[in-house]
């Protein structure tokens, strides 16, 4: 594995692949998703990828001093959202939470819109519009998705499946909306975000079929959403990550259309929860390790489904699985296993790219108005989605 110093993380290519651009987090506050959709972004369901934003971001300081939990290399707009976020949360852990209640509880989202608050950073102007689909999925029900189209450039475009990430229990659409809008800013895609069924209501293997129910319904429909059918990738955070490389490996399986590329940031990868970066950062924030195995007590059946290649994607098949951009976060405990992923995907013949970001933590990539780091993650993302998608 070549190593090439970036700034201000280590960029780790492999057979080939190169680094380059990318998106923004979600500014919108964390609310449930309606099966309607405005047809132009608002400045609050639109808080937008943004290039050229975060002049104040240098100054963002903490008011404390760094927590017990953190390496010394925590940045300061990172350990400031964190404060932000206790402040707001009042101390409450989610894990102490039932799945509603968590909820309802305040996010890293609210706690980047109250710095840009204090900070006067402003909101950038949305440069896509948004519109609402109606997804069948099995039981014949239907999910939601939030379609974020371009408005600039020509049709068709080519398109993306996103992956919101919580655990598969919390968050929306809302919560990572700026993510999946920067995609689609940056890369001059249509962009469908999944609002695929939770747990505990919707135990495995459900989000995971939704996931593919989504995109087998962009496959069959990207053209009524302005997309090329030929050129769709997937990417997701977190358990969206898992499920967006889930969704690569049941396309393989059942020899369907494979993704052009596939886009995990820091992807649920394994359920070995020893990892050295789960002993390393048991007690980090936003997540924890408790916190982990709070999300698979809420979305597993039973233990045993851990082992399932659909969770634990370091242990699976992954040969045939599309060109691959994994991005970590140092302080986080699931960095172990998305470098492990990068490795076995190059094992198994899958050209990867893959880079980790020193200083910061789980959910840091949505938030490019307060952290540099997020802003270059969101680059490198576009960067190597755009040359797959337009080979």
Partial sequence: ??????????????????????????????????????????????????????????????????????????????????????????????????????????????????????????????????????????????????????????????????????????????????????????????????AYRQAPENKFPTAHNDAYAAYEWVLKNAGSIKGDPKRVAVAGESAGGNLAASVSMMARDKKAQLPMHQLLVYPIAGYDMNTESYQKNANAKPLSKPLMAWFFDKYLRRPADGKDPMISLVQANLKGMPPTTIITAEIDPLMSEGRALADKLEADGVPVTYQNYDGVTHEFFGMATVLPEAKQAQQLAASELKKGLNK
């Fill in 1 to 194: 594995m070549k190593n090439n110093r970036m700034q201000p993380a280590w960029l780790f290519k492999k057979l080939g692949y190169t680094c380059a651009i990318a998106g923004l987090l979600s500014m919108a506050a964390c609310g449930q998703n309606t099966d309607s959709e405005t047809t132009t972004a608002t400045d609050t369901d639109t808080a937008a990828a943004d290039t050229t934003a975060g002049t104040a971001q240098n100054e963002i300081q903490p008011k404390g001093p760094k927590p017990d939990w953190a390496p010394a290399s925590i940045t300061p707009p990172m350990q400031a959202v964190l404060e932000k976020l206790d402040s707001l949360s009042g101390g409450k852990k989610l894990v102490d939470m039932d799945a509603k209640a968590a909820r309802q509880a305040p996010t890293p989202t609210d706690a980047v819109m109250a710095l840009m608050k204090e900070n006067n950073i402003p909101m950038p102007p949305a440069q896509v519009d948004t519109s609402g689909v109606q997804i069948p999925v099995s039981g014949g029900r239907n999910i939601h998705g939030r379609v974020y189209t371009p408005k600039n450039g020509n049709a068709p475009f080519p398109v993306i499946v996103y992956y919101h990430g919580g655990g598969w229990v919390i968050a929306d659409l809302d919560t990572y909306n700026a993510s999946a809008q920067a995609l689609a800013e940056q890369t001059g895609a249509v962009v469908v975000s999944v």
